[in-house]
């Protein structure tokens, strides 16, 4: 019973939040390893320094995230908030999570949060009436700027 409630194991090949702690951090865009979750560049940005929180484990929705789990997405979370608004300048925030695919989820089989940087005279209403995304920097200066930004 306890073999089929916990549901197939997942495969490193078919999920890239699972595959990306086993890359370097360069590689996988990772910015920061926690515990028991981890924070990256979204490799497809809505804006420049969209990051990702990540918990290792392969879950799908909020609901199934332990405490430790839902506190450390709530850390590291605020401590990206921190350090975007420190190297970018950024005015606001979009943060949250879509769950499902219905609702939007791009990989909806592994939980993550986007923290997402907004700016006053951001462009995001390109992607909608263009099909384009203005993004000012590469996502490695990105990844670098923000991982140096980190710690301090």
């Not at 699972?18 to 515990?35: M, N, T, Y």
């Amino acid at each position: 019973m306890a073999y089929i409630q916990a549901g197939p194991e997942p495969l490193r090949e078919t999920c890239p939040f699972c595959a990306a702690p086993d890359k370097s951090d360069v590689d996988a865009l990772i910015v920061h390893r926690g515990v028991t979750s981890y924070v990256l560049l979204n490799l497809f940005p809505y804006n420049s320094g969209h990051l990702l929180v990540c918990p290792y484990r392969h879950i799908s929705t909020y609901d199934e995230a332990t405490p430790e789990e839902v506190a450390e997405i709530g850390a590291l979370t605020q401590r990206a908030m921190q350090v975007l608004r420190t190297v970018s300048r950024c005015d606001g925030f979009n943060i949250g999570m879509n769950q499902g695919k219905v609702a939007g989820a791009g990989v909806a089989e592994h939980l993550h949060q986007h923290v997402v940087p907004r700016w006053a005279t951001d462009a995001n209403f390109f992607p909608i009436i263009a099909k384009t995304k203005a993004l000012p920097q590469l996502l490695g200066e990105v990844r670098q700027t923000v991982a140096d930004a980190w710690d301090s």
